[in-house]
DNA sequence: ATGCATCGCGCG
DNA sequence: AAAGCGCGCGATGCAT
């Protein structure tokens, strides 16, 4: 059974709609308006038939009902839902893929469109979609909510999925996605516990004691000094790499740019200071003192997770860099007294992922254990870091350098694998649409790019005008290569995590956070926050959840999806 | 003052 | 000029 809610004037329109329902969107449905002040303990005593909810944005509607107490098991998110379906190659006939644009194609599905500028540009979007950016550049999300109906939405997608080529395929991802939603929703609500004393003994052991706003921590005011001293000038501003680049020119010193990677090559006195300083920099200005106070609130870091943020169908996360929490200070995300956090990662995914998307079994035969050393035992490379380097070329598309180098040894060790992202690169040197396991599709490149294919093969076209056809074609494949590995593992992160949820739920009674909940998840890597005394039920659920997940995707193919899990009192005690 | 692009670097 | 994939964010510096 679903139950779609609808905002109204009146409150919350609820709408059943039963299972059995054979097609027909005109069949009638049972409705009730209830008061919005009235729709969490509705909500609450309707969870107990367990009904699937259907509303149009999970962090719209499931915050103010957590807040209140309420936990719902599973919904539909008709937002994230409409832009697999329109989207997906699976759909692509469907009613839904070709209509106009409307209400549901908010404004998340474009968000770089500012970035439609010049024709260098690689990720603009499709046709269709920047055509109408450009005609109505105002905020659509706005009334995205007013003009669409919820209900009518619903039906037109279950019958794209009914529809479907792979109904099966699309309809799981579906569901793991608004049950990522929802995990979003939850994770915000528990929040990563944070220990600012931690953090800021951290801080204070690495930059010094906090100074005053605007001045330079001692420890990197110490560090600028002997830049000063190795580069024999007064006058350096490290902070303006402009003016860095300068004052390494004047003391002999001729570097491209002021990145580490490029500093770390030259021998001079100014270096070892200087990569300390940025480094240390980069702590202040990113997780320092006025972080803490902006994005720790009564012990936790509250971020806004946005599921399907990436074009791979990756989270993203706005607000205080939550995807980017620098290993520095991991150590500062403690567990409440009396409770653990389980961290858990999911070993050598992306390769893995590779190995069942393309079935090939040699590759999973040598991901019995460890992976690379795996492959090594294959006899295609020397070394276990030369493994890792060959995978992430094969998933990346590198051409040069080692990386390149080895692609040759691993094609022939694996030629199924290999020739999976080789048909993935070429279809996207195409221009083509590709597709994960679950059938979310990558979009097309947009106008820009296509105007340039045609340039390089029209009259009086230059031998640079090829060149950057080429160049910008297989920029686009490398895209569509990793994006049946990212996207793939992305979707089997997914259904990890809702696996997880799901378990972890039975596990004790209780408030939402009095029990275990997930309370961070990082692509490959989740975090559970528990009562000491069932972690150990936790690290098993962890475990088995990743296996059903590989169930799910992949069928009985041979593919293990090994987790390491360890039981902490802080994040930095995990890896 | 405010917006925007660029650089650089954190994460997977 | 060419480029191994996907992100978010802060500082700087130029443009409006």
Known sequence: ?????????????????????????????????????????????LERDRPRWVWGDTSAWYPELLAAGVRVERCVDLRLCHTILR??????????????????DSALVEPRESRVRDEDTLFTFG????????????????????NADPVTEFVSQRAAVAGAAEPGRIGLLLAAESAGALIASEMKCGGLPWHAGVHEGLLE????????????????????????????????????????????????????????????????????????????????????????????????????????????????ASGGGALQLPKQIRAAVVADPGWKLVVADAAQLEPRILAALSADRRMAEAGRGDLYEGIVASGAVATRAEAKIAMLGAMYGATTGESGRLMPAL????????????????????????????????????????????????????????????????????????????????????????????????LSPGAFTERPHLVFFLHDEIIVHTPAHLADSVVKIVRESAAGAGRLLFGALPVDFPVTAVVVDNYGQAK
């Open 1 to 45: 059974m679903h139950i779609v809610l609808t905002a109204v004037p009146a409150g919350v329109l609820l709408t059943t709609i039963p299972d059995a329902s054979s097609g027909g969107g005109s069949a009638p449905h049972a409705t009730t308006t209830i008061p919005r002040a009235a729709l969490a303990a509705e909500v609450a005593r």
């Open 87 to 104: 989207g997906s190659q699976f759909t692509a006939d469907s009613v839904l893929a070709r209509s106009a644009r409307g209400p549901w």
């Open 127 to 146: 046709d269709e979609l920047s055509e109408d950016v450009t005609a109505e550049p105002s905020n659509e999300r706005a009334n995205t909510s007013q």
């Open 205 to 316: 052991s690495l930059l010094g004691p906090r100074p005053a706003p605007g001045v330079r921590p001692a420890r990197m005011e110490a560090l600028l000094e002997q830049m000063r001293l190795a580069l024999d000038q007064r006058d350096v501003n490290p902070d303006s790499p402009n003016e860095l680049l300068r004052a390494l020119g004047r003391a002999g010193i001729h570097a491209t740019s002021t990145r580490s990677w490029e500093l770390k090559e030259i021998t001079h006195p100014v270096i070892a200071p200087l990569l300390e300083y940025k480094k240390l920099a980069r702590l202040a200005s990113a997780n320092g003192w006025s972080w803490l106070e902006s994005w720790v609130v009564d012990g936790r870091f509250r971020p806004d997770y946005v599921p399907g943020g990436a074009a791979t169908g990756r989270w993203g």
């Open 411 to 506: 094609t022939r060790a694996f030629p199924q694998a290999i020739a999976m992202v080789e048909s993935a690169a070429r279809a996207g040197e195409r221009g083509e649409k590709v597709s994960t396991r679950l059938g979310r599709s990558s979009q097309v490149p947009g106008q820009a790019w296509r105007d340039i294919q045609g340039a390089a093969y029209g009259e009086g076209a230059t031998e640079s005008d090829t060149r950057r056809a080429r160049g910008q074609a297989r920029a686009w494949g490398r895209f569509t290569r990793n994006f049946i590995v990212q996207g793939t593992a992305a979707e089997w992160a997914l259904s990890w995590m809702a696996g997880v949820r799901n378990e972890l739920w039975k």
